[in-house]
């Protein structure tokens, strides 16, 4: 039995009861469906996430900087696609439509990222010859030495980053202390057709997302009158779906990807996604009908020849999935379009509220924007944990739950590690034990688990505030979680002077700062989706729906860049200076978090002007004018 399992079905139960409640005696019952289809999405997605960037340094041999930027890149196309994916349905499709066709994308590609191939080879380049490194291990276990003369030998660097080749015996074939700049580290063996496989797996989810993931979160909107005091909660127990599917995808997926191969990791996610797929086809008619095509004669009717409007949509999105395929992996000009996308995207909006909206609309609208704005920021500090926490996790954090094996109930029960047990001498099959492994890609769901426990009590206090007529304007709470994220890697700051001799620090405090960024979540992120359907006119609603997204896919490609700037050097996917990746790390933190607390500020400061705007988008009915609203 692993511990880590044992303590996330506790959780769940402690959590999801409550929330099945709600969710069954106060919300539509299209809300039960839309809660697990899209649990099981998320399912999909966190699970490959989790283990992503490992399988992008370890398997693959990116160096960190790179890999960091394919990861930003990646995750900017994700949540950039929903652009066109919430204008398509916006215009044609229908809400429903373009999630079932995105959760068919999905499937596709988690099952091809399954598609593992044989691992890249670190070689090292000296004194006019080749030497091969030897891997074993994945995620923080990642173990590489160099052979040299049939042995393999374990490698560090100096602080003044020289190449250190360690206990390697006088007269071997070269120095044990290689100078810097007089080696040169390089990869071999990196397939072609694999990488190509990671590609199109990428480019099939990329735009697989962008169908669904806006037009889903639209249709939990479209369940609820204007009005209604059920809207909020509503999306908050949405988002708990969300989270407890990233929360089991992070424990479960981690745990096969590294211990397993990537393969079960990715593929797990895989059937993930069908899971979610199944059930959102076995619900429709609790969805009420409020999710079809705006007109059904005209996305039948032919364009060309006798293919209808719907088909040509289809083909051109596979299309679509083919320019993916050669955009994914050019970082420069992921970029690029990003940019270009969000000035047209800018641009569409600015021109509807000047040319489309009176005086009202255009305000709500402005204020859309600027809550926009701050989910930038937040999202470029919060998004750091699939890329440079996880590896910070993986070097720089210290993941055993117990420092030895601990006999309980007089040695009945043992917690341990298998390593540990092995160490101590006890026989893992006479011995009645609970394995207590925890690894980095499982981290992932330390945020996740926060939320199932607070996500509940975030709903019934926005609920419970709502009520009173003292609920908090969306800009304090806005402000409030760029405080709480830019806090949360000061918290770090505060383990540095406990690593150990490894440079390891507390679990504690990586714990302790993902408390802090769900709780900042749980004040923007399912508060910035309800806002999005409220100050949207109706006619653009998933479009704008879609620009939220597109702030997320701006702060992944800014991300990206500050993941990068905590790389160290690597041989095999192992970093060869802790400390300097300790120090390089926390460095970055410590600026990333400031900018966010005086951003957070700064939003606080404001907040009197800017709830004005909203012109009673926020102000609820009373529970018989909302049923009759219904």
Not at 9 to 20: F, K, Q, R, Y
Not at 316 to 325: I, Y
Not at 467 to 482: C, E, H, I, Q, S
Request: with cysteine; aromatic share 12%; charged share 10%.
């Amino acid at each position: 039995m692993n511990i880590v399992i044992a303590l996330g079905v506790l959780v769940t139960l402690a959590t999801g009861v409550p929330v099945l409640l709600q969710l069954l005696r106060d919300h539509p019952r299209g809300l039960l469906i839309l809660f697990f289809a899209e649990m099981w999405e998320r399912f999909s997605y966190y699970g490959m996430r989790a283990i992503l960037i490992f399988y992008l340094t370890q398997h693959f041999l990116f160096d960190p900087k790179t890999a960091a930027a394919h990861y930003g890149a990646y995750i900017s196309l994700v949540y950039l696609l929903p652009l066109i994916g919430g204008f398509v349905a916006d215009r044609y499709l229908g809400t429903r439509k373009a999630v079932v066709f995105g959760a068919l994308l999905l499937i596709a590609g988690h099952m091809t990222m399954a598609i593992e191939g044989k691992p890249a080879t670190q070689t090292l380049a000296y004194g006019g010859h080749t030497y091969a490194f030897v891997t074993e291990g994945r995620g923080e276990g990642r173990v590489s030495k160099l052979v040299v003369e049939g042995k393999p030998y374990a490698v560090s660097a100096a602080k003044s980053g020289d190449f250190v080749v360690e206990d390697l015996p006088a007269g071997a074939a070269i120095p044990s202390v290689l100078p810097k700049g007089q080696y040169k580290l390089d990869v071999a063996g990196r397939d072609p057709v694999y990488l190509n496989v990671l590609w199109l797996a990428l480019s099939l989810i990329i735009v697989g997302v962008g169908y669904l993931k806006p037009n889903i979160s639209t249709i939990v909107g479209q369940l609820y009158p204007q009005g209604d005091p059920r809207r909020d909660p509503g999306f908050t127990l949405y988002y708990y779906g969300i989270n407890l599917g990233s929360f089991w995808a992070s424990l479960l997926c981690g745990l096969l990807g590294v211990t397993v191969g990537w393969w079960a990791g990715f593929g797990l996610a895989g059937l993930g996604m069908l899971a979610g797929f199944v059930v959102f086809m076995l619900g429709k008619p609790l969805l009420q009908g409020k999710a079809e095509p705006p007109d059904p004669a005209l996305l039948r009717q032919p364009v060309l020849g006798a293919i209808s409007r719907e088909t040509l949509i289809y083909g051109l999105s596979l299309l679509g999935v083919v320019a993916t395929f050669f955009l994914v992996r050019r970082t420069a000009a992921v970029s690029g379009i990003l940019v270009a996308g969000m000035i047209g995207s800018l641009g569409y909006v600015l021109w509807f509220m000047f040319a489309r909206c009176g005086k009202v609309e255009r305000e709500r609208l402005a204020l859309a924007l600027f809550l926009i704005f701050g989910a930038v920021i937040f999202w470029t500090l919060f998004d750091q944990a699939g890329s440079s926490l996880n590896l910070y996790a993986a070097t720089n954090v210290q993941l055993d739950l117990v420092a030895q094996p601990v006999r309980l109930l007089g040695g009945a029960i043992t917690l341990a590690t298998p390593e540990q047990l092995a160490a101590a001498g006890l026989d893992r099959h006479a011995t009645f034990w609970i394995d207590t492994t925890f690894n980095a890609a499982q981290t992932q769901g330390l945020a996740s688990g926060w939320l199932l426990v607070f996500a509940p009590v975030f709903a019934w206090l926005w609920t419970w505030l709502g009520a009173r007529g003292k609920d908090l304007n969306p800009v304090v709470k806005f402000g409030l979680a760029l405080l709480q994220v830019g806090a949360g890697f000061f918290v770090l700051q505060l383990g540095a002077p406990l690593a150990d001799g490894a440079f390891r620090t507390p679990l504690i405090f990586l714990l302790l700062m993902y408390l802090l960024h769900t709780t900042g979540e749980l004040c923007l992120s399912p508060v910035g989706l309800s806002q999005m359907t409220k100050l949207s006119p109706a006619s653009l609603v998933s479009f704008v729906m879609a620009v939220w997204f597109m702030a997320v896919s701006i702060a992944n490609t800014v991300g990206g860049f500050v993941a990068g700037l905590t790389a160290t050097e690597t041989v095999g996917g192992q970093v060869l200076d802790p400390g300097a990746a300790l120090a390089r790390s926390l460095t970055v933190f410590n600026w990333i978090g400031g900018i966010a607390m005086a951003l957070g500020l700064l939003f606080l400061a404001l907040s009197p002007i800017l709830k004005r705007w909203s012109h009673g988008s926020d102000e609820t009915l009373n529970a018989e004018d909302a049923a009759n609203a219904g």
